[in-house]
């Protein structure tokens, strides 16, 4: 696209044309001659060679080519409109954003306590806590999306600094008559010596004794899958 570079000015008009799916209205919107609008994409369609809009009587609509420009036109006007809001929370004292990315467990049990207690002793910081599964937060981590994760331990963690945070005890259920009932503490490679009933394949507990299980290069071997822990007791 030699002779055009992206601007905001004509990325904010292609997105207002498309929403209103009519160049005068979106022209109208933006405060702007309908010609101005209609030369700014002209400019852009001429130095790709292609066509973004399908002009007609009832208005217009992005072409293949339209719709990918206008989705990353999206994302580069929201990049800037988070931009522009992290710079005025600098003018304004912030002195730092940390991207916390955390799987449910963590969020709901440890973490709102120590974020809290962190954001008391550094009043300004902000800190963005999003909720995503173990896999997504290392992956965010490794991929720079988040500054922070907190995550099981069987995901993969290639090419992260990884530190313990915290510890959950697993405690297995049993009938009084089972070959396992009178054990003070039973290993996991006792466990996998016998047939389970398990929460649904997919399930944040299925995944991570699946881990579990693929370190000791071992299958768990399942009866049966519930959707809760109640039904498992009930089993």
Same mark, same amino acid.
């Given at each position: 696209m030699?002779g055009?570079r992206?601007?905001?000015t004509?990325?904010?008009?292609f997105v207002?044309?498309c929403?209103?799916a009519?160049i =005068?209205?979106a022209?109208?919107?933006? &405060?702007?001659?309908?010609?101005?609008?209609s030369k700014r994409?002209a400019?852009v369609e001429?130095?790709?060679g292609? #066509?973004?809009?399908?002009r007609g009587?009832?208005?217009?609509?992005p072409t293949?080519?339209g719709?990918a420009?206008?989705?990353? &036109?999206r994302r580069?006007?929201e990049? =800037?409109?988070? +931009?522009?809001?992290?710079l005025?929370?600098?003018?304004?004292?912030a002195?730092?954003? /940390?991207? +916390?990315? &955390?799987?449910?467990s963590? !969020?709901?049990e440890l973490?709102?306590?120590d974020?809290t207690?962190? !954001?008391l002793?550094?009043?300004n910081?902000?800190?963005?806590?999003?909720?995503?599964?173990?896999s997504?937060v290392?992956?965010?981590?490794?991929? @720079?999306?988040?500054?922070?994760?907190?995550c099981l331990?069987? /995901?993969?963690l290639? @090419? /992260?600094?990884?530190?313990?945070y915290s510890?959950?005890?697993l405690v297995?259920?049993?009938?009084?008559d089972?070959?396992l009932?009178?054990?003070?503490?039973v290993d996991?490679?006792q466990? !996998?010596a016998?047939d389970?009933?398990?929460?649904?394949p997919?399930?944040? #507990?299925?995944t991570?004794? &699946?881990? +579990?299980a693929?370190r000791?290069?071992?299958?768990?071997?399942?009866?049966?899958h519930?959707?809760?822990?109640?039904a498992?007791?009930?089993?």
């Amino acid at each position: 696209m030699s002779g055009w570079r992206p601007d905001l000015t004509t990325l904010k008009l292609f997105v207002a044309v498309c929403d209103e799916a009519s160049i =005068t209205k979106a022209a109208e919107r933006e &405060a702007i001659a309908p010609s101005a609008v209609s030369k700014r994409i002209a400019e852009v369609e001429s130095a790709a060679g292609v #066509m973004l809009l399908v002009r007609g009587g009832r208005g217009v609509k992005p072409t293949a080519a339209g719709q990918a420009f206008l989705e990353h &036109a999206r994302r580069i006007l929201e990049s =800037t409109t988070l +931009l522009e809001a992290e710079l005025e929370e600098y003018g304004q004292g912030a002195r730092g954003h /940390v991207r +916390l990315w &955390a799987h449910i467990s963590s !969020m709901v049990e440890l973490l709102p306590k120590d974020v809290t207690a962190f !954001m008391l002793q550094h009043p300004n910081v902000r800190v963005d806590l999003q909720e995503r599964v173990s896999s997504a937060v290392a992956q965010g981590v490794r991929e @720079g999306a988040a500054d922070l994760g907190v995550c099981l331990s069987t /995901v993969d963690l290639f @090419g /992260v600094r990884q530190y313990p945070y915290s510890r959950d005890e697993l405690v297995l259920v049993c009938r009084d008559d089972h070959a396992l009932a009178n054990e003070a503490a039973v290993d996991f490679d006792q466990v !996998m010596a016998h047939d389970l009933v398990g929460l649904q394949p997919g399930s944040r #507990m299925e995944t991570f004794l &699946a881990g +579990l299980a693929a370190r000791k290069g071992r299958k768990l071997r399942y009866r049966s899958h519930v959707s809760t822990y109640e039904a498992a007791l009930a089993t």
